[in-house]
């Protein structure tokens, strides 16, 4: 690999916004965080920067199962009604 054209990567705390989880783990973000970005201190007594995110697989609704079915067959039968008859009434 080419010497000093890839971003620093590290360990950085994400903390979702919704559930207040954290998780620990290594991004390319820690280059592009100020010096002064806030930092949370981890289990092991390390600080480490922390980055709000607003959705995580705790609480994204497709993981949690709070996401909603949409109706498919309701529409299709709409669409049946509506231009079935406008077909018939033009032939």
Same mark, same amino acid.
């Given at each position: 690999?080419?010497? &000093?054209?890839?971003?620093?990567?590290?360990?950085?705390?994400?903390? &979702?916004?919704?559930?207040?989880? %954290?998780?620990? =783990?290594? *991004? =390319? %973000? #820690?280059?592009?965080?100020?010096? &002064?970005?806030? @930092?949370? !201190?981890?289990?092991?007594?390390?600080?480490?920067? @922390?980055?709000?995110?607003?959705?995580? *697989? =705790? *609480?994204?609704? +497709?993981? !949690?199962?709070?996401?909603? #079915? @949409? &109706?498919?067959? /309701?529409?299709?039968?709409? +669409?049946?009604?509506?231009?079935?008859?406008?077909?018939?009434? /033009?032939?």
């Amino acid at each position: 690999m080419k010497q &000093d054209i890839h971003p620093a990567y590290g360990p950085v705390v994400f903390r &979702d916004r919704s559930e207040g989880t %954290l998780l620990l =783990t290594r *991004s =390319t %973000l #820690v280059s592009r965080l100020a010096a &002064d970005h806030p @930092v949370v !201190t981890w289990e092991d007594g390390a600080s480490y920067p @922390v980055v709000d995110v607003d959705i995580t *697989s =705790t *609480s994204h609704p +497709f993981w !949690t199962g709070r996401g909603r #079915v @949409v &109706d498919s067959e /309701g529409r299709v039968e709409k +669409f049946n009604r509506r231009y079935s008859a406008s077909q018939e009434a /033009g032939r």
